[in-house]
């Protein structure tokens, strides 16, 4: 029993996977929606028409057997008022008709013969070959016997004799004033004749079925495949491949639909290829800027230093002051050329990584040194929550560092003076650091644009930390270096918090991150900024 069960478990499971196969290939499949539609609607169609053509053979066959029946019947009685009627010795007489009236179907014996003596209601009556009075039924003789004289009547029944069995029939009467008279057609050729027909139709219709669901499978072909080469096309040219076009062959709805595609796909490449060169001049623009800033901001820092060294011996404050004022924004300026600078690195692939084995709390550590002097002077704590264990990783130092540095400086910016948690965790597979901050957090639509180049949430918002808008993309494009993901998440009003993920083995794939995106208690209003390396 037990076996039995599970062999049943099993071809339930195997059926249900067949199902879902079947199923997740019609929903991707025009052309076998198609096909399936016409099995399913030619099936009905065919259902319909085959029940309706045997009704009516059946009928029509059925009426010719009656009538055939009626003018035996007609004969029979005809040979009853001439041989029985105002007969003394009808009963003796009754074999000898119903021999009579046997004789007339032939040796094939195409009917029974049954008579009864109405007068006499103690005997049942005489037939012939063994058929027994039982054929014919009671609701057809009741008919006839409240019916007038020189009636008949007809039903359907079964024809039950002594020996042998029984059988579909047709059971025709009719009654003289004496005598009532009964043929009993036997109906096995016409069953024979109705089941090979049906058998026929049966056969003809999945053919046809089948030849309709072969010709909507060739004529949706014909229409399918230029779609899908146009979907292969589209796939390729996603994929940068620029150069791809659609055969054009004709001049129907398809070949116009290729046509429009190449035209587009070669107005795509043109633009792209505009893009891309105006793109490589701005690269290369920003590239050379910077590096030729790099001499003459030298010398002017060699001489701001200068200035700042001897600042308290001007007899001008003024001067002092600008000498302060102008020792910061070169700091500043230094800050943005360098963050340009390693832009045009990445934008030029070549960026590199110097990974080491590392622990990653070690890392938190010194950055969160880094920022306590201006979280402080901002009114914020940051609290870490690192675990007992190590979280060592593959990782580049000076790079991850950045990271946690822009992180960091972007929590305290933006934290309001509320604290900030700095989260680690690592798993068999990664590590994570969350920043999470309590402050103006994230509008909808703005975790998208949260690492994009000079991007800020207000630009008229005044900066007191001298940030160049090119912190979290930096920080981006190192997380992607580790092929790791930088995250965001950002309620308005509610904080935001950002999430590094990055795996424990340089090089290795990241398939999940050991912490959540979304704060615990965050709610179900967050709004989600999955910007995620290589999407």
């Known amino acids: 029993m037990q076996r039995v069960r599970r062999a049943a478990r099993r071809v339930l499971a195997w059926l249900r996977r067949l199902l ?3 199923y997740a290939r019609q929903r991707r499949s025009i ?3 198609v096909v399936t539609s016409t099995l399913f609607i030619s099936a009905i169609v065919v259902a319909i028409l085959g029940v309706f053509l045997t009704q009516q053979m059946t009928n029509a066959l ?4 009656v009538k055939a029946a009626g003018v035996q019947l007609d004969e029979g009685l005809s040979t009853v008022r001439g041989q029985l009627t105002n007969q003394p010795d009808a009963g003796g007489r009754l074999n000898n008709v119903i021999n009579t009236l046997k004789e007339r179907s032939g040796p094939s014996g195409l009917y029974e013969v049954y008579i009864r003596d109405t007068r006499d209601s103690s005997f049942d009556g005489y037939s012939s070959n063994e058929l027994r009075a039982e054929s014919v039924p009671q609701r057809l003789r009741d008919e006839l016997r409240r019916a007038p004289a020189d009636s008949t009547a007809y039903t359907f029944g079964r024809l039950t004799y002594n020996g042998r069995p029984s059988e579909p029939g047709l059971i025709v009467g009719g009654k003289t004033p ?22 026929s139709l049966v056969g003809v219709g999945i053919v046809l079925v089948l030849l309709l669901a072969a010709i909507a499978s060739l004529v949706t072909r014909q229409v399918v495949i230029p779609v899908r080469l146009a979907a292969q096309g589209a796939q ?3 994929a940068g491949r620029l150069e791809e076009r659609m055969r054009v062959r004709g001049e129907d709805d398809l070949a116009r639909l290729a046509r429009s595609f190449n035209d587009m796909a070669a107005n795509l490449q043109e633009k792209i290829g505009e893009l891309e060169d105006l793109s490589q001049v701005q690269r290369q623009f920003v590239s050379d800027v910077s590096h030729e800033l790099r001499t003459p901001l030298t010398t002017i820092r060699i001489a701001a230093d200068m200035l700042y060294e001897h600042r308290e011996h001007f007899g001008d404050p003024a001067v002092g002051r600008s000498a302060e004022l102008l020792q910061s924004q070169l700091e500043r300026f230094e800050s943005l050329l360098a963050d340009l600078l390693e ?10 990584l110097d990974a080491e084995s590392l622990d990653m709390r070690d890392l938190v550590l010194r950055a969160v040194g880094d920022i306590q002097g201006l979280a402080e002077r901002k009114g914020s704590k940051v609290q870490l929550q690192l675990p007992g264990e190590p979280c060592m990783a593959e990782v580049d130092r000076r790079r991850v560092e950045r990271i946690m540095r822009n992180l960091l400086v972007n929590a305290v910016e933006h934290g309001e003076g509320e604290d900030i948690v700095v989260s680690v965790a ?12 309590h402050g103006v957090g994230l509008k909808p639509g703005e975790g998208q644009m949260v690492f994009d180049r000079f991007w800020r949430a207000d630009p008229a918002r005044a900066r007191t930390t001298g940030g160049t808008g090119l912190g979290l993309s930096i920080s981006r494009e190192d997380a992607q270096l580790h092929g790791g993901w930088l995250q965001a998440w950002g309620e308005p009003g509610a904080g935001s918090q950002f999430r590094l993920s990055l795996p424990r083995v340089a090089g290795a794939e990241l398939r999940g991150s050991p912490l959540p995106l979304v704060p615990p208690g965050a709610g179900g209003r967050a709004l989600f900024a999955e910007l995620e390396a290589g999407e």
Request: hydrophobic letters at 45%.
């Open 31 to 33: 052309q076998l929606r």
């Open 236 to 238: 390729r040219l996603a």
């Open 20 to 22: 879902r196969a079947l």
């Open 426 to 437: 690592a798993d068999r597979d990664a590590v994570a650091v969350a920043v999470r901050d």
């Open 343 to 352: 832009i045009s690195r990445h934008d030029a692939g070549a960026a590199t």
């Open 62 to 65: 059925m009426d010719s057997k």
């Open 178 to 199: 004496q005598f009532e008279l009964y043929y009993l057609f036997p109906l096995t050729q016409e069953q024979h004749t109705l089941t090979i027909v049906s058998q």
